[in-house]
């Protein structure tokens, strides 16, 4: 319902390393009009370009247009 949030306004990637069995996930601009901020643990604000990707963790913000999600890791207990 937030006007200024595109369909497609970023990404979330997760990778996983397989020999310290962990996952990595990372987050991006994609392309989006009004941006994409992200505040980590320390209270900085950081508002990503295209070229910008962070790593993102419990309890990281991201705001998308009037909207602010809350990262929340769940369960890393999955068989490949």
Known sequence: QDMFMGRAHFVVDVSYNA??????????????????LYKAKNGE???????????????DLIKVGHTVLKVTRGSENTTF
Do not use: E, Q
Not at 19 to 36: E, I, K, P, Q
Not at 45 to 56: A, C, E, F, R, S
């Open 19 to 36: 020999a310290s069995a962990t996952f990595r996930h990372t987050l991006s601009d994609n392309s989006s009009v009004n941006g994409t």
């Open 45 to 59: 604000w950081i508002k990503l370009d295209n070229m910008t990707v962070v790593v993102i963790k419990d309890g």
